[in-house]
């Protein structure tokens, strides 16, 4: 198990980081719920669900497509995702701009080196924690796919992580065709062979889950060359009010309006010390 006792010089330091991330989010961020009351909401991405369905509509094609392929074992071991992005609210804004460039870029991306830093730098142990103690032996991020006017640069997100996780090596994935929202195993592949040590327990990193396709299609692919473990961390999870309450109800949609920024441990650590 990793130390479980960070000092109180480094609590604090990390209590101070949150308030400051309170400060700039806390008006208009939602936090991802894994639990609703009423049992709205998917497990695995916090999206809208009917309450006799035990995953959303999305997460369950996923799967379907993903058994058919023979691959569903080889899905990520866990998805966490750090905020909703409703559109077209303030994150929907945050997560669509902070990668192109305008003047407000730099401020979200200011935004997103707080929601990265928490989860990977002040709740790293969490992370381990939830994970049977195994801490990430490597990270990557989803490069731009040939679809987008990004493609063949390097991603923001990769810069906006790479800082962050220094003391861990990169996985560099690279892109073979445009993006789907299919799993495909094709759609990506690896620069090179990485040694099994680095493979332990891949950190997969995204900006957006629409219907987590791309980002499962990486994480497969990522097994079949050797990862024995995977974690997506993806920074919000896009809502479709209109199409949440054509879909699954009026009542649902707008208990998606009502959510605020909790804060909390971003792995739902049980143990977190951050969380008292
Ligand atoms: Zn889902
Ligand atoms: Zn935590």
């Given at each position: 198990?990793?130390?479980?006792?960070p000092?109180?010089?480094?609590l604090n330091?990390y209590s101070?980081?949150?308030?400051?991330?309170?400060?700039r989010?806390?008006?208009?961020?939602k936090?991802?719920?894994?639990?609703?009351?009423?049992?709205?909401?998917?497990p695995i991405?916090?999206g809208?669900?009917?309450?006799?369905?035990?995953?959303c509509?999305?997460?369950s094609?996923l799967?379907e497509?993903?058994k058919?392929?023979?691959?569903e074992?080889?899905?990520?071991?866990?998805?966490?995702?750090?905020?909703?992005?409703i559109?077209?609210?303030?994150m929907y804004?945050?997560?669509?701009?902070?990668?192109r460039?305008?003047k407000?870029?730099?401020?979200y991306?200011?935004?997103?080196?707080y929601?990265?830093?928490?989860?990977?730098?002040v709740?790293?142990?969490?992370?381990?924690?939830?994970?049977?103690?195994?801490?990430p032996?490597?990270?990557?991020?989803?490069?731009?796919t040939?679809?987008s006017?990004?493609?063949g640069?390097?991603?923001p997100?990769n810069?906006?992580v790479?800082p962050?996780?220094?003391?861990?090596?990169?996985?560099?994935?690279l892109?073979?065709?445009?993006?789907?929202?299919?799993?495909?195993?094709e759609?990506?592949?690896?620069?090179?062979?990485?040694?099994?040590?680095?493979?332990?327990?891949v950190l997969?990193?995204?900006?957006?889950?629409?219907s987590?396709?791309?980002?499962?299609?990486?994480?497969?692919?990522?097994?079949?060359?050797?990862?024995q473990?995977v974690?997506?961390?993806?920074l919000?999870?896009?809502?479709?009010l209109?199409?949440?309450?054509?879909?699954?109800g009026?009542?649902?949609?707008?208990?998606?309006s009502?959510?605020?920024?909790r804060?909390?441990?971003?792995?739902?650590?049980?143990?977190?010390?951050?969380?008292?």
């Amino acid at each position: 198990m990793p130390d479980a006792s960070p000092s109180r010089t480094l609590l604090n330091a990390y209590s101070r980081f949150e308030r400051n991330m309170r400060w700039r989010l806390g008006s208009y961020a939602k936090t991802v719920v894994y639990h609703s009351a009423k049992n709205h909401v998917c497990p695995i991405c916090g999206g809208p669900k009917r309450s006799t369905n035990p995953i959303c509509y999305s997460c369950s094609i996923l799967r379907e497509q993903a058994k058919a392929l023979g691959v569903e074992h080889q899905m990520a071991d866990q998805v966490r995702i750090a905020n909703y992005a409703i559109k077209f609210d303030q994150m929907y804004r945050v997560m669509d701009g902070y990668k192109r460039n305008r003047k407000e870029s730099k401020d979200y991306q200011e935004t997103l080196k707080y929601v990265l830093g928490d989860a990977l730098a002040v709740h790293r142990d969490c992370l381990a924690r939830m994970s049977g103690g195994i801490s990430p032996s490597s990270w990557t991020t989803i490069p731009s796919t040939k679809s987008s006017e990004r493609y063949g640069q390097p991603h923001p997100l990769n810069g906006l992580v790479s800082p962050i996780l220094k003391a861990i090596p990169e996985i560099r994935l690279l892109v073979n065709g445009p993006k789907t929202r299919a799993i495909s195993s094709e759609t990506f592949f690896l620069s090179e062979m990485y040694p099994s040590e680095m493979m332990r327990h891949v950190l997969l990193i995204d900006d957006t889950w629409t219907s987590g396709g791309t980002v499962e299609s990486a994480a497969i692919m990522l097994k079949q060359h050797g990862a024995q473990r995977v974690t997506i961390y993806c920074l919000a999870r896009i809502i479709d009010l209109d199409y949440c309450s054509r879909m699954v109800g009026q009542e649902v949609a707008d208990g998606y309006s009502r959510l605020s920024y909790r804060g909390g441990c971003p792995w739902g650590s049980p143990q977190c010390p951050m969380v008292r």
